[in-house]
């Protein structure tokens, strides 16, 4: 494909050569049409000032034709002495005429213009009466002459014309190139950076219509960068919270194999058992995540909120059991259709109940409440745990941080998944502290046509 110089070049140079041609042929229809006008009043002046000296008796009429000639002494040198007079008695007899007047009569026009074909050329011809003295005065030129003398004039100015479009292809490239000089600057810029280089672009001062395209790659690069950050934070995080369960199903291991008595290999079994259920929630929350964070938003999709609900219960009902927690399902008649992915819905609505399991204490209740208000569904999570710390909202959804309420052996990463989950669907995640214990977490999702 080519370049945007080339483009600009080509169309700059056919617009401006359309504009120039166009100018071009006007001037010199313009200039035909007037060179034309002033032969033809050459005619008549000539003709009519021989009919006005031989009416005055200064000019006999074998000595018409030198009248002519002083006429056209001082005209365009290839066009001078060019002029034919005839003078034609009324009844059609030739008294006088020119030397360089053709034999046959050169009009049968009685007065005015008139062309007219004598001895095989063409000629211009105007016919003057003379009444008083009974005489017709004719003056013409031969077609052929004035079309050469017109096209002399007209190719004096196409010629320069001609001769000066090269130098305006020239002029035009070299402002192209100018103009999109940014362009190529900021190209440089980029590509001699290397692809840890994630700083703003330094292309030097960019014009007003590449503002927008340095902004865009600065925010690019931006998001980039926090995208990476957040990777390297993520590697970094996910290899510790894995270490530390592994390290102690390691040690629990070790312990159950030299255990001198059944009561100490049974506990070791146990502690093995809770670190290889706290590394398979951790491995599959960051599965989640990466599945969330990987996620386009899924166009179509729809979400039937009730069944989404049941099946998270569901699912959890046996964890829940044994933390001693009863789950409370409220739901409505109708819930709405909702706009979305089910997969991302699940995950948030999930990964919030789990939550509110491990924060409950043994024996509490864990209600689900889902509520319709105008075009939106609202889906409450109330647990009677300790609640969030004042000081940790404002943090609860970062990945892998663990407020100080948390219950232990979580992982810091669920309500992250949620929030993000939510994010996905264009719904939103909020935390309320209940007026006595525990907290409220509320789901708003919204339908297709909001």
């Known amino acids: 494909m080519s370049s945007i110089r080339t483009r600009l070049f080509l169309i700059l140079l056919i617009a401006t050569g359309t504009i120039w041609f166009s100018a071009v042929w006007w001037i010199q229809h313009s200039t035909r049409v007037e ?24 000019v006999e009429l074998s000595d018409a034709d030198k009248a002519v000639s002083a006429f056209t002494e001082h005209s365009v040198v290839a066009y001078s002495r060019q002029l034919s007079c005839q003078i034609w008695s009324l009844d059609g007899t030739m008294v006088g005429a020119s030397a360089s007047a053709p034999e046959g009569r050169l009009t049968e026009a009685t007065s005015g ?137 390691k040690t629990q291991a ?58 998270v219960c569901a699912s959890l009902e046996r964890a829940a059991q044994a933390k001693d927690v009863r789950l409370r399902v409220e739901l409505p008649a109708r819930l709405p259709s909702i706009s979305g992915s089910a997969v991302m819905a699940t995950l948030a609505l999930r990964n919030v109940v789990e939550n509110a399991i491990a924060a409950s204490p043994a024996g509490g209740t864990v209600e689900i409440r889902a509520t319709v208000t105008g075009r939106a569904a609202q889906v409450t999570v109330l647990d009677e745990g300790p609640g969030i710390a004042e000081a940790d909202r404002a943090r609860i959804t970062e990945r892998f941080f663990r407020g100080r309420n948390a219950p232990e052996g979580g992982s810091g990463l669920g309500l992250s998944i949620a929030f993000a989950a939510m994010e996905q669907i264009g719904g939103k995640l909020e935390f309320q502290a209940r007026e006595r214990v525990g907290e409220s977490v509320s789901l708003t999702f919204f339908e297709n046509d909001r």
């Open 254 to 311: 070790q312990i159950a194999a030299m255990a001198p008595d059944e009561a100490t290999r049974r506990h070791a079994l146990e502690q093995i058992e809770r670190g290889v259920a706290r590394t398979d929630r951790m491995v599959r929350q960051l599965l989640e995540l990466a599945a969330v964070d990987g996620a386009a938003a899924e166009a179509g999709g729809e979400i039937l909120l009730g069944k989404v609900i049941r099946d």
């Open 113 to 249: 213009f008139s062309e007219n074909v004598v001895d095989g050329e063409r000629w211009r011809v105007f016919a003057a009466v003379n009444e008083e003295l009974g005489l017709r005065v004719m003056v013409g030129d031969r077609l052929g002459v004035r079309d050469r003398l017109v096209s002399d004039v007209v190719r004096g100015l196409l010629v320069p014309a001609l001769a000066i479009l090269p130098l305006l292809a020239g002029l035009i490239w070299v402002s192209v190139g100018r103009g999109l000089a940014p362009l190529s600057r900021m190209a440089r810029a980029l590509s001699a950076r290397s692809a840890d280089n994630l700083a703003p672009v330094q292309a030097g001062p960019l014009p007003r219509e590449l503002r927008p395209m340095g902004a865009a790659l600065d925010r690019l690069f931006a998001r980039v960068a926090a995208a990476r950050e957040r990777e390297r934070s993520f590697s970094a995080y996910a290899a510790h919270e894995l270490k530390t369960p592994l390290s102690g199903i």
């Open 35 to 58: 060179v034309e006008r002033v032969l033809d009043a050459r005619l008549e002046e000539a003709a009519q000032m021989v009919s006005s000296l031989l009416s005055d008796g200064r």
